[in-house]
Nanobody, 114 residues
């Protein structure tokens, strides 16, 4: 099982990034997928989630209207489009797959700074 995040980096406030998480080794289309983040000194928090077929999404209040989660089951990939980024969005972003078992990626760093 592998979850590989990519797309992180340094961006100025107000900018955008798109994170990707490529999955392998399990039946991706059967799994509930989420993005979490963890800032230095803080607990990991749920950012956004999407059901297996992509029909329903959920967002943390802090990112509603700015972030969009989506998935492509044909490509075994989940995305997080992040717009209007703020310094407080700075964190390591992790991809999570959940069904009867849960899997985590290694994380990708997002830094929002001028």
């Amino acid at each position: 099982v592998q979850l590989v995040e990519s797309g992180g980096g340094l961006v100025q406030p107000g900018g955008s990034l798109r994170l990707s998480c490529a999955a392998s080794g399990f039946t991706f289309s059967s799994y509930f997928m989420s993005w979490y983040r963890q800032a230095p000194g803080k607990e990991r928090e749920l950012v956004a989630s999407i059901t297996s077929a992509g029909g329903s999404t959920n967002y943390a209040d802090s990112v509603k209207g700015r972030f969009t989660i989506s998935r492509d089951n044909a490509k075994n990939t989940v995305y997080l489009q992040m717009n209007s980024l703020k310094p407080e969005d700075t964190a390591v972003y992790y991809c999570n797959a959940l069904r009867s078992l849960g899997y985590w990626g290694q994380g990708t760093q997002v830094t929002v700074s001028s």
